[in-house]
């Protein structure tokens, strides 16, 4: 189980691992930082290995196949390698000016296919239906422990986004505390009185110059502030502050914006590693008002820089209004 410990410099939270550790060697990025997936080898995601994981938490099987065997179209596992485990009680401790919390959490693994070698912009819209609804379902699961404050949703794609597995997967945590990526949301709210999501949708609308895409339920927009090259955010047009209480048409029609805009981003940005995070309202606390869950999807076209990592600054070298202009063409050619 890790520790979870407060970094009084940044005012954050860090995730330490103190009963693992990976050796050099097992990196997923050799020394030159040189992509290392090209080779297959095997593969514990991929059916017929069901053996090598954990026992599945939940699957949509086809038929009557048992847990466990082949004859899934989606797999949900607990992380084999999770620092947070929900056995035990949520204890904080202190030494010297320093504390902690124990890992009291959750880290599960959604295996989206059985096939090896594809992803999300090759899937039908059928799968990417599914998927959605299992990352639904086990954010609404996981929500009712009461220990966990946090369910953060998450996809990586590339080794330089991340990913240890090449075999197309996402992850659901569930987390003891709340992370400050976006404190900006509360903040803007106890100021303005209104949600910081809706006024964005409302201007990005207005001014068009970001917008990318806009489908009944949603909207596709390059932000303002794009930290990454590239950079998009889908909202919510509905104000909504939890993932969880997605219905279907919701689903399906964010099943329908996913297909058509990884298409876009592949074919445009020459296949790029990617990362696709879910940002929602925390769970388990006193009502805070101003939260509206929203996804972004980053590329990784560049290596975190030393002066982002300084100061905090992200150097984004592409406008988000010249980033909107290329895929909001390309949106429109594909079917």
């Known amino acids: 189980m890790a520790e979870i410990r407060r970094d009084l410099v940044k005012n954050n939270w860090v995730a330490i691992a103190e009963d693992m550790a990976l050796k050099p060697h097992e990196f997923p990025i050799n020394k030159r930082g040189i992509e290392t997936t090209g080779i297959h080898i095997f593969c514990p995601f991929c059916e017929g290995n069901e053996s090598s994981t954990p026992p599945e938490i939940m699957a949509c099987r086809e038929g009557t196949s048992q847990p466990d065997t082949p004859g899934w ?10 620092a947070f485990h929900l056995e035990g009680v949520l204890e904080k401790t202190h030494s010297g000016i320093y504390s902690n919390y124990n890992g009291v959490g959750r880290q599960e693994v959604i295996i989206e ?26 954010y609404n699961d996981l929500s009712q422990d009461e220990r966990i404050k946090y369910i953060q949703v998450y996809k990586n794609r590339g080794i330089f986004a991340g990913a240890s597995l090449e075999h197309s997967h996402s992850q659901v945590m569930g987390l003891p505390f709340v992370p400050r990526g976006n404190s900006g949301v509360a903040e803007y709210y106890k100021k303005n009185g209104k949600c910081l999501l809706c006024d964005i949708i409302a201007q990005e609308k207005q001014s068009g110059v970001r917008l990318v895409y806009e489908s009944d339920h949603f909207l596709l927009i390059c932000p303002y502030a794009s930290r990454f090259s590239y950079e998009t955010w889908v909202i919510p047009k509905q104000h909504c502050e939890h993932f969880g209480a997605l219905n279907e048409a919701e689903i399906t ?4 914006i996913c297909r058509k805009y990884t298409r876009v981003m592949i074919e445009s940005l020459q296949n790029p590693a990617y990362n696709f995070v879910l940002n929602t309202a925390p769970v388990n606390l006193p009502y805070q008002p101003g ?20 100061t905090g600054m992200f150097m984004n070298p592409v406008a988000p209004e010249l980033a909107a202009n290329l895929f909001r ?4 050619k594909i079917n």
């Not at 179209?73 to 999770?82: A, L, Q």
């Not at 029609?253 to 329908?256: F, G, K, P, T, V």
């Not at 063409?329 to 429109?332: A, D, G, S, V």
């Open 113 to 138: 296919t059985p096939q090896h070698g594809i992803d999300l912009h090759d899937y039908d819209q059928e799968r990417i239906t599914m998927v959605i609804r299992v990352l639904r379902d086990r």
């Open 291 to 310: 939260y509206h869950w929203y996804m972004e999807v980053t590329p990784r076209l560049l290596v975190t820089a030393g002066v982002d990592i300084a």
């Open 73 to 82: 179209s989606v797999r949900v596992i607990p992380n084999k390698f999770s």
């Open 253 to 256: 029609d964010l099943a329908m």
């Open 329 to 332: 063409e390309r949106m429109l």
